[in-house]
């Protein structure tokens, strides 16, 4: 399952219950369709506690079974940043085309902005037709408002960078006044073509006479 399941196993380890930690862990490492059911069965019952529905979704999001969707994507809005981070890790990997479009409304939830970090860097990683203008947005309030939140608009800046569009020009540039931005800004300026989209000119032949 690699280096990020095991993080989150060691993680839930102490509050678990020892005997359903092992159960799921070994249907996690199993990957088969039967387990996978067993596993999808944790995220349909309410009660289960989050320790369980976490291994379950992330499990489930890095198999690609869409059964994970709602619950990563409620720990991607979750206030504990770790699983934040665990569940965009799952949802980069399970390719859902409804992932994009639920992360870009989280990023753009003025309520919950203190949590857009994993949503943002989910975003480019993603690099769906959502994710420049959700950054452009996103970015463009954070310079405007009384509050920055300065690791979000960096992830903002640098992930515009990552995508290479020329449509974050101006928005960077307004990002790169602000000295706390400014040298990420620039890096991510540097990264956007001159010229997009350009199209390739035919070459122009001599008429030739009858």
């Not at 199993?30 to 069965?41: K, Q, Y």
């Not at 995508?163 to 620039?186: I, N, Q, T, W, Y």
Request: net charge positive; hydrophobic share 45%.
């Amino acid at each position: 399952m690699g280096d990020a399941f095991r993080s989150l196993t060691d993680r839930v380890r102490a509050e678990a219950d020892p005997a359903e930690y092992e159960r799921l862990v070994a249907l996690a490492r199993e990957d088969t369709p039967a387990a996978r059911d067993e596993l999808a069965s944790v995220l349909a019952e309410s009660q289960r506690p989050l320790w369980a529905r976490e291994v379950a979704a992330f499990a489930l999001g890095s198999a690609g079974d869409r059964r994970s969707f709602e619950t990563l994507i409620f720990m991607l809005n979750y206030r504990d940043p770790v699983r934040c981070a665990t569940a965009a890790h799952a949802l980069a990997r399970l390719r859902d085309p409804r992932t994009a479009r639920a992360a870009a409304a989280l990023a753009t939830n003025e309520l919950r902005t203190g949590y857009a970090l994993h949503a943002v860097r989910l975003l480019t990683a993603l690099r769906a037709p959502e994710s420049v203008p959700t950054l452009i947005s996103v970015l463009q309030r954070l310079l405007m408002g009384p509050v920055h939140y300065w690791p979000i608009a960096e992830a903002c800046v640098q992930g515009l960078g990552a995508l290479g569009d020329r449509r974050a020009v101006a928005v960077l540039g307004a990002a790169a006044e602000h000295h706390r931005l400014s040298p990420f800004a620039k890096a991510a300026l540097a990264r956007i073509p001159a010229q997009q989209g350009r199209a390739r000119r035919r070459p122009v032949r001599p008429n030739r006479c009858p």
